[in-house]
Structure formats: structure tokens, C-alpha cells
């Protein structure tokens, strides 16, 4: 298995969990701050307008509950969620619902500013209760505690240098210190550092079977919360409008009481060991530009930036699949988060032969 992020420490837990024997390799340590998995604040919502997302969020939530018995802890915190703007088709969001059974309400902007006066809606709004923040740090922490529990091998600092043919599997070399490793099956959960992996000569049948995968960095921007609003019923939201927005509380991130706001586009197109971690000035402006038009009650000046990757498909679909002895879990697309104990799950139904859902990507499938 390499990639200790959220799809990685998923499948180790898992694997593990089900007694296939796993080696969880890492070049840096679970859940670094140079990945996709980091920090506390990630999305989790039900609201898609494919009823097969929907479902699949549905046995997600499942997963999050079982991983929060197991772990002991929280890791999604509900505060519900809000779909708006011309670009968010709202009666498909909400025939998805309806079939899955989940609970929504379809507001008119008035109705919404009554209950969220803080943001300024210009038209119906919907709200999924269901939806929440998930702590991404801590859930990678969580999972590979649980797949070390379970007998998995956890090795950090190892970072992939070789892959070539042994016998009936796989010889993987680290670059530097650290033992060779033989597995019959290699899982790649590298995320944005799947394209790079891949150009091994030995992986030019998966290289070929990929899809054209974006690297991006994204530009993600804090501010603090209004005046006398403490967070506690400050919900996620989705807005597609001249931006295509996402925003939710910040939890731990940025060291402070806020929440932060990014683009689920515009991001600049990288490599995951050539992004540079610095935050776009116009990215920044069109963010705060956003929060003046739409939070007229927050100080428009950020106290925090960062950056993050995406690594996205064409279609924005990710890949759980499997090319012979080789597993590809990855170009979450900026959306995968929500659904990482699941991802754990199509894993092992892939070692045991079995297949994902039809929904996801296939390796090799036309763009």
C-alpha cells in the first residue's frame, strides 16, 4: 500500500482488519501537510444530483460511525449543509434525496435568511441537515492506529524509489534508508503523486489505463466568523454561481476560530513535488470579493491562506480499480473526503476479486 492519506489509511484498516497482511508505506508520515488528507476541515454532505453518489455517501456515513466506535472519537461533526446558486441544480439534489430517503428542506431566500441572516441568499436554498466536517488529521491517525492494531506493517519515511517484477508480485525499493518490500498485490493510494509514480517502466500498463489526471493547487482562504456568532450553527455550503465555492467551519486549521472558503476550480495546474504552497492574488481576491458580496457582515480581510491539491479525472469521477496485481485508488477530485472509510471497503471487495461501484472511473475507460 502506498499513501498513508485518507484512501490509504482506509484500505490498511480495512485490509488488515479483514486478516490480508498489509504493508502501509508512507514516503513522509500519515496525513502530512504536503498532500490531500491534512487538517481538520473537510466536507461531508449527501447532496449530489447522481442518486449513486447519494448512495454511496449513505454507506460513507455508515463508515464514519463504525470508525468512530472503533477509534473512540468523533471525527464528523454535523452542522448541516446548504446547496445554492443557478449552477447547483436543486430538484435533481433533490429527487437524489428523495430516493435515498434523506431528510432536506427546499427554501426560498427569505426563509433561508431568517435562519442564517449572516449570508445574503438571492435565491431558494437547500439544506441538508445530515451534513458536517470532518476531521481529516485525525481520522488518518485513527485509521492507521487501527490497521497497526489489526498486525499491518507501518513504515514512514519511506519513500518510493523502485518498482520491478518479483516472481509472481511486486519488489518495492525505497530511495535512501529502509528494507525492500514484496507484496502480491500493490495498492497505489499516492493521490497527487499518483502521475509521477506511475512513469516507472515496470507500471507502464497502469500509466497507459489512466485517465488524463490535473494536479492542481488550490487557494484556500480563512476569516473569521461575524460578530457574536461563535461557529456552533455555522453550517457547510456548496455555491455555484460566477464562482464555483465551497465553504465550511475551519476547525483546527489556520490556528484560529473561523472558517475558511475556496474554489472548487482555478486551481494551478502542478506537480505534487513542484508545487511551491503559495496562494494565487487573484485567487485570494475573488474569495474575498465572494465574502463581501455574500457574508456582508464579515470583515472581508482574511487572517489565514493556504494551499492544497486536487488531482482530478476529466469528469471529476475517482478511481477505485484494479488492473491485475495492481489496485489504483485515487484523483479524488477535490471531492473524495467524505467517502474515506468506504474507500477502505471497495479496496478489500477488489483484493477478494469483487467489483466497485459502476459509478467510478475505470482504469482505461475512454476519457
Known amino acids: 500500500m502506498v ?12 485490509l488488515a482488519a479483514s486478516g490480508v497482511e498489509t504493508a502501509l508505506l508512507e514516503a513522509r508520515t500519515p496525513a502530512h501537510d504536503g498532500g490531500s488528507s491534512h487538517g481538520s476541515a473537510r466536507i461531508f454532505r449527501h447532496a449530489y444530483a447522481d442518486p449513486e453518489y447519494v448512495a454511496l455517501t449513505v454507506r460513507a456515513l455508515a463508515g464514519w460511525r463504525e470508525l468512530a466506535r472503533a477509534a473512540g472519537t468523533e471525527l464528523l461533526r ?16 433533490a429527487v437524489a434525496l428523495d430516493g435515498a430517503g434523506l431528510e432536506y428542506e427546499l427554501l426560498p431566500a427569505s ?15 437547500l439544506y441538508q441537515p445530515a451534513a458536517g466536517v470532518v476531521d481529516a488529521e485525525s481520522a488518518v491517525t485513527a485509521m492507521v492506529s487501527l ?34 518490500v514484496e507484496c502480491e498485490l500493490l495498492v497505489l493510494c499516492a493521490g497527487a503523486w499518483l502521475p509521477e509514480l506511475a512513469r516507472a517502466a ?25 460578530d457574536g456568532v461563535d461557529g456552533a450553527g455555522w453550517p457547510v455550503w456548496v455555491h455555484k454561481d460566477e ?36 496562494v494565487e492574488p487573484a485567487a485570494r481576491q475573488r474569495l474575498v470579493d465572494y465574502v463581501r458580496r455574500f457574508l456582508p457582515g464579515v470583515p472581508p480581510e482574511p487572517y489565514a491562506t493556504t494551499t492544497c491539491l486536487y488531482t482530478s479525472t476529466p469528469d ?5 480499480d484494479r488492473l491485475g496485481d495492481v489496485i489504483v485508488v485515487s484523483a479524488c477530485s477535490g471531492h473524495g473526503a467524505k467517502f474515506a472509510p468506504l474507500l477502505g471497503e471497495l479496496v478489500t471487495d477488489l483484493v477478494a476479486g469483487l467489483d466497485t461501484p459502476r459509478r467510478f472511473r475505470r482504469l482505461g475507460s475512454p476519457p
Open 202 to 226: 515496470e507500471l507502464a500498463p497502469v500509466r497507459a489505463a489512466l485517465p488524463d489526471l490535473r494536479v492542481t493547487q488550490q487557494s484556500v482562504v480563512h476569516f473569521p466568523f461575524p
Open 243 to 278: 464562482l464555483n465555492v465551497y465553504a465550511l467551519p475551519g476547525g483546527r486549521d489556520a490556528g484560529h476560530g473561523g472558517f475558511k472558503i475556496a474554489e472548487h476550480d482555478f486551481g494551478r495546474q502542478v506537480t505534487a513535488t513542484t508545487r511551491d504552497g503559495v
Open 78 to 93: 454535523t452542522t448541516g449543509g446548504l446547496d445554492l446558486g443557478p449552477g447547483r441544480d436543486l430538484p435533481a439534489i
Open 147 to 180: 490497521a497497526q492494531a489489526a498486525g499491518a506493517q507501518v513504515r514512514t519515511s519511506w519513500r518510493l524509489a523502485g518498482v520491478e517484477r518479483r516472481g509472481a508480485g511486486w519488489l518495492l525499493t525505497p530511495s535512501g534508508e529502509g528494507e525492500p
Open 111 to 125: 426563509a433561508a435568511a431568517g435562519r442564517w441572516p449572516h449570508l445574503a441568499f438571492a435565491a431558494d436554498v
Open 316 to 320: 471529476d469521477d475517482f478511481i477505485v
Open 3 to 14: 499513501g498513508a492519506g485518507l484512501a490509504g489509511a482506509s484500505a490498511a484498516w480495512r
